[in-house]
């Protein structure tokens, strides 16, 4: 594969319940893409598609993208929705760019968890209609079932999962982009409201609003466009199996699978020693440590360790999450365009407080589904 693909600008919003509309979240996103790089929507000009993240569920709509459609030119050029998480936004642009479709290409991802009555009535669509969604399944009970599974195998404790909540409130504090960060003990974490066991109310996500954008172009034209590029290495995506009892919820073997061809296309043989930093999307503590296995930062059942050790801490061998990450706050669907919009940052050297000195190879991950049920993994690099 000889074409490259760069990161030529990014864009988010903070990450608060807020009154905006879906379009004017994504506006104010899309305008500071634009104007950083004189890019339009005029023909020979610029932008030549867009891909955008969007859901109907969480934006109570049928056709979740038509109201953004003239905010990403869609009146210009060709527009294709994903519905998943803005991760997989950025790697279906991505291969867009390398199939020869397109040469730049404007991506988005927005989600309003404020909007709907309730995040359990939205995740509880996901399931199977007629035999598990009326039990009440969504992904916090799932969550709370992988948990549980994933904690009796490996003797992962509660209190390793409560570090990941405590870490990531301290970097979140350095991001202007996080609103709900603040001074969190273990103790804090679990001494809150159980929710699901062994799941409290400060091992989730917060409710939060939000969006984020990026443009990516091929070399040539990327190179005209600014000195300071963020090159993609590798990228690579893996479903698992739809119903729960169909997997061993104590491991995450799609994201193995992901993992592994997203580090074969970059080059990375020892991804703990030749990754700088990393952004995953964790919705649940727990999943820290589950998600650095499934990425190869440590062997199976260990990542409760590299908590323990401070090796993801800001300062250890391979920082995680140093925005914060989705624990203080990051919505569905946005989740994973805004970690490749960190660590693009991160490799940019455009971080400000939360920068990880030196950065120069990063990994961004993103998740949706019950229990990690797809994962997609990018590889960026200078």
Known sequence: MTKKVAIVAVAQTKYEENYYRQSELVYQCVEKVLDETGLTFQEGKGIDSAVTASDDFWDARTISDTPIGDVVGAHYRTEEKVAQDGAQAAFYAYMEILSGHSDIVLVTAHCKESQPVSRNIITNAGFDPYFQRPLGL???????????????????????????????????????????????????????????????????????????????????????????????????????????????????????????????????????????????????????????????????????????????????????????????????????????????????????????SGAKVGLAHGTSGPCGQLHCVLILGK
């Open 138 to 356: 969504d992904h916090l009970v799932a969550a709370a079932l992988q948990a549980k599974r994933y904690m009796q195998t490996y003797g992962i404790t509660r209190e390793q999962c409560a570090k990941a909540v405590v870490k990531s409130h301290k970097n979140g504090k350095n991001n202007p982009y996080v609103t709900k960060a603040r001074n969190v003990t273990v103790e804090d974490v679990l001494d809150s409201k159980m929710l699901a066991s062994p799941i409290s109310e400060l091992d989730i996500h917060p409710v939060t609003d939000g969006a984020c954008a990026l443009i990516l172009a091929e070399e040539e034209k990327a190179k005209k466009i600014t000195d300071n590029l963020v090159w993609i290495k590798g990228a690579s995506d893996c479903y698992d199996a739809f119903y729960l009892g169909d997997r061993d919820l104590a491991n995450c073997d799609s994201l193995v699978s992901a993992a592994k061809r997203a580090y074969e296309m970059a080059g990375i043989k020892n991804p703990l020693k030749e990754i700088d930093v990393a952004e995953i999307s964790t919705r649940y503590s727990y999943q820290e440590p589950l998600w650095t296995e499934g990425l190869g930062f440590c062997g199976r059942g260990e990542g409760g360790k590299l908590l323990d050790e401070g090796i993801t801490e800001m300062g250890g061998e391979i920082p995680v999450n140093p925005s914060g990450g989705v624990l203080v706050g990051c919505p569905y669907i946005t989740a994973g365009l805004a970690r490749v919009v960190e660590i693009a940052l991160q490799l940019r050297g455009d971080a400000g407080a939360r920068q990880v």
